[in-house]
């Protein structure tokens, strides 16, 4: 373990105590939000990606030793475990190295090579592969042996060099080096299937394409992998076959004579047999672990981005969920998000409608207070803005909200548990509301692989994906705190040290018993103990609490300290929060100890100068061009304002009011080079683009956000991106690896 620590602060470039500390504290339950936030003098300050990244590590580590304890169990039990054997297998550090050790003694169904052995032929192959000079026919035939199936010298050889074949296959260095070729010369070409050009014009990009494995962006290669499982495209992966026998040659032909002939013969149908197939899985699933890691980053980046949104507040809200023949369903709610009316509006099916329409919103409007109305994005979405815009409500604010996911949540047991008695339609319109007040407290409720903000987030690895998103919604949750008396057990369940059952006791709890009054009233409710209220307390908030803390981010554990301080200077720990001098003379120096460094007491005092400060950014109005609201009114030229929807690789998805979002390419985003979209963009950011190509119909529309003034700098490194004999093919992008990604990267 400790050679473990030490292997990680190394490749995360941090000490070995801070490396030790954070194992300890996550062995014994702590979360990576609770360690660091509440245990910076443990850890030396790590924030919660280097946190998440030791964890990472010494759970990959952890599962090499399992791995390796197997594999010597495994050695051992067939009487094969050498010394020398022994010490390979404890020196392989990765588990890719280590299956390679293994697999000349892993067991094995009946091959080629096995047969030969059963036929007494070994000793032959073992002759061969010295090389020396002798008469290779006549050594063949004292193998002749009709009873074991040995018929003829030929039948001898052949399977002399299908043991040398297996032999030249399984060579963990061999084995090594090829898997090394294959990545950095090896080629990925894609080609469509005869007959299916035109059920694929989706794929026509990749119907002849071809570039490095080493470069291959994420996204193209899960769009060639969609194709090839759509049976669309026939993927192929290899280097060229000339340097990859070369190497074979090279590390096992010794000379030139009759026996190495035979080698050559073994080797060449080891390569093209055994090796090429093995090494093509192994790469696929390599390329494919790393274009999912990729996909999982930036989908994962766009969750946080999304669930961070700026929230309007506890505001009186009425939701519309837009539509046409339907009608569009209209939800009052007050400020905490509860449902007090709802019905069905028909603004766009004629004069008579639009009249009772209008009467019934400004009706509702007035009766309950509404400040804000927030209407879907979906179909009908625009011509119900125009339509509530026109109604000129005094002292309201009319928001667009993105309603992915809504009919998700509608459907969902979460919604039929909160609104037994309504349909979906009025479910959908409540989500489209609250969303506007609280994203975070919303989408939390739905799966967010169903947000709207990845891209082929059905062809990642799904427990990776799930993985990376917990970890993102519980970051999320915890870095904005919630309140506790009105949070649902949606959102307490990734309140750090909670989960779903003690979330549900803390409801019930809370129904039971009225609103909490402290914050270590958490420890009468059932099953949540010492560990879990350390873990939690600190998220939590309490407005208007009997001790003012309980609305902070300060720690209980913290608040003797607190308390100290308000003594020292003879007032009480509200002036604290409330007076800018009196905090300014405190000396932190003071009230440093073993326990509490510097790094917690400035913590602390910023939450006293702002309480349960939320870390969003204020919310500001929005809303699109008048008459722009479909993609037949759009023209090349115009600049028109929008919203970030989802951001890729290759470039971001605006939102620009006409129902079908644009593509703002990465080359278009702004006049200097950017490797990533994230460097410039976020989720939800408001922009403005400008229309550079409208194709109808195929609803693609293409958008820049470039200074068109500017001439744009040439970009970097082109003669070194993936090369093509194609015409009409996709922009090369390169990747951009997050810090944890580039974290994760070292451990591979």
Not at 532 to 545: N, P, S, T, V
Not at 569 to 593: A, F, G
Request: net charge neutral; proline share 4%; glycine share 6%.
């Amino acid at each position: 373990m400790v050679t473990h620590f030490k292997k990680i602060a190394t490749e995360l470039a941090i000490a070995e105590k801070q490396v030790s500390a954070t194992a300890n504290l996550l062995d014994e339950g702590a979360t990576v939000p609770f360690i660091s936030r509440y245990r910076k003098e443990l850890t030396g300050s790590l924030d919660e990606v280097q946190v998440a990244a030791v964890r990472d590590r010494l759970q990959q580590l952890r599962d090499l030793d399992k791995r390796r304890e197997a594999i010597l169990k495994s050695l051992a039990d067939m009487g094969k475990l050498t010394p020398e054997l022994e010490a390979k297998v404890n020196e392989a550090e990765t588990m890719v190295s280590l299956e390679d050790i293994y697999l000349p003694y892993r067991p094995k169904r009946k091959t080629r090579a096995t047969a030969a052995r059963e036929k007494g032929l070994q000793p032959l192959a073992d002759a061969l592969l010295e090389q020396t000079r002798f008469d290779v026919e006549a050594e063949a035939e004292k193998y002749i042996d009709t009873e074991k199936g040995v018929a003829d010298i030929n039948e001898a050889l052949a399977g002399a060099r299908d043991i040398i074949a297996e032999y030249i296959s399984e060579h963990a260095d061999t084995r090594t080096k090829m898997r090394e070729l294959f990545i950095q010369k090896g080629t990925i070409q894609s080609k469509v299937v005869d007959g299916k050009e035109h059920d694929g014009i989706k794929y026509k990009d990749y119907f002849d394409w071809s570039e490095p494995v080493k470069t291959v962006p994420s996204h193209r290669l899960l769009a060639m992998r969609r194709g090839e499982k759509e049976e669309i495209l026939w993927l192929d992966i290899k280097p060229e076959d000339d340097e990859a026998t070369a190497l074979l040659e090279k590390a096992f032909i010794k000379g030139s004579n009759p026996a190495s002939q035979q080698v050559q013969l073994a080797l060449l149908d080891s390569y093209k047999r055994l090796l090429k197939p093995s090494m093509e899985t192994e790469i696929r699933l390599y390329t494919k672990k790393q274009a999912d890691e990729e996909a999982i980053r930036v989908f994962a980046e766009n969750a946080r981005q999304l669930l961070l949104s700026a929230p309007l507040g506890q505001k009186r809200v009425m939701a519309i969920d837009p539509g046409f023949r339907t009608g569009c369903k209209v939800v009052c709610l007050d400020e905490q998000g509860k449902l007090l009316e709802n019905t069905t509006i028909y603004p766009h099916t004629g004069a008579g409608n639009v009249r009772e329409a209008e009467k019934t919103v400004k009706h509702l409007a007035e009766q309950y207070q509404i400040q804000a109305i927030a209407i879907g994005n979906g179909t009908a979405g625009r011509e119900t803005e125009v339509f509530v815009r026109g109604l000129n409500l005094p002292g309201v604010t009319t928001v667009m909200v993105n309603e992915s996911g809504a009919s998700i949540y509608s459907a969902s047991e979460v919604a039929r548990e909160e609104f037994p008695d309504k349909d979906v339609t009025v479910r959908g319109a409540v989500s489209i509301g609250r969303r506007l007040m609280d994203p975070l407290a919303e989408l939390v409720k739905i799966d967010p692989k169903s947000i709207g903000v990845g891209q082929y987030q059905h062809d990642v690895d799904q427990n990776k994906l799930q993985t990376s998103l917990d970890d993102t919604v519980i970051s999320c949750v915890n870095a904005v705190g919630v309140e506790l008396n009105t949070a649902s057990k949606q959102i307490l369940a990734y309140i750090s040290g909670l989960g779903p059952q003690l979330a549900q006791n803390i409801v019930s709890y809370r129904d039971q018993n009225g609103a909490f009054k402290r914050r270590d009233q958490l420890r009468k409710v059932a099953r949540l103990g010492d560990k879990a209220y350390e873990q939690a307390a600190g998220f939590l908030r309490i407005r208007d609490a009997v001790n003012p803390l309980d609305a902070s981010a300060v720690h209980p554990e913290r608040y003797a300290l607190v308390e100290q301080m308000a003594k020292d200077h003879n007032c009480k720990v509200k002036d604290l929060m409330t007076d800018d001098k009196l905090r300014k003379s405190i000396s932190l120096q003071k009230y440093v100890s073993d326990t509490v460094g510097l790094p917690t007491l400035n913590d602390i005092m910023a939450e006293l100068a702002k309480p349960g400060r939320d870390p969003r950014e204020q919310f500001e109005a929005f809303s699109f061009t008048d008459g722009v609201n479909a993609i037949d009114d759009l023209k090349v030229g115009m600049k028109l304002p929008g919203i970030v929807t989802n951001i890729t690789a290759f470039g971001a998805f605006v939102d620009i009011g006409v129902h079908q979002d644009g593509l703002v390419h990465l080359s278009q985003i702004t006049n200097r080079f950017i490797k990533d979209p994230n460097e410039v963009l976020k989720v939800h950011q408001k922009v403005e683009v400008r229309v550079t190509e409208v194709d109808v119909n195929r609803k693609r529309i293409s958008l820049s956000m470039k200074d068109d003034e500017k001439p744009a700098q040439p970009r970097r490194n082109d003669n070194n991106r993936a090369a093509s004999n194609q015409k009409n093919k996709p922009h090369p992008e390169t990747d951009m690896a997050a810090k944890l990604a580039a974290l994760k990267s070292k451990f591979k």
